[in-house]
């Protein structure tokens, strides 16, 4: 009797450990990725917005919905022939090549611009996916 009250005690015990340790994970992450999107705007209007805007073409294309649009598909903007005869379509990974070094990434395109830093791309990256297109 005694040895399975201790029994059931402490596997409670470790069941609530358990469900703590996941309810903080979690909320950690969820802070980390609100802090990343954060970060990607403050990155976003250092290193692109000279060039680029979220709702209109300037130098660059406009950026709302660039995540799952086909390259070089935004009207009236006036690209490369590189990205204009691109059949890739944008996604997190092409995004970090391009953004890593945009020649190696489609050859012949015309942004003459890179991030060095994972984690700078990174934090873009998640803020351009929350940018996503309205209807
Ligand atoms: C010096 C100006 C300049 C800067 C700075 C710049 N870009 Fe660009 N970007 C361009 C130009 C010009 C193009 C069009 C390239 C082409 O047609 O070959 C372009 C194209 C793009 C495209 C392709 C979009 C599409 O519709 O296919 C993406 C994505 C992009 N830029 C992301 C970024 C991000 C993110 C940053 C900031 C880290 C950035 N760019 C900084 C000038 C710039």
Not at 106 to 125: C, L
Request: glycine share 8%; hydrophobic share 45%; aromatic share 6%.
């Amino acid at each position: 009797m005694r040895t399975r009250f201790a029994v059931t005690k402490v596997s409670a015990l470790i069941a609530l450990t358990l469900a703590i340790a996941v309810a903080v994970g979690s909320g950690s992450a969820q802070a980390q990725a609100v802090g990343d999107a954060k970060r990607g705007e403050d990155a976003y209007a250092r290193l692109c917005a000279g060039c680029h805007a979220i709702d209109e073409n300037r130098i660059g294309p406009k950026h709302r919905g660039v995540v799952g649009r086909r390259v070089g598909s935004v009207d009236g903007f006036n690209y490369s022939d590189a990205l204009k005869r691109s059949k890739l379509t944008w996604d997190a990974a092409l995004l970090d090549r391009w953004l890593a070094d945009p020649e190696v990434a489609i050859p012949g395109q015309r942004m003459g611009f890179r991030v060095n830093a994972p984690e700078n791309r990174n934090e873009i990256i998640i803020y351009l996916l929350k940018q996503v297109a309205k209807n």
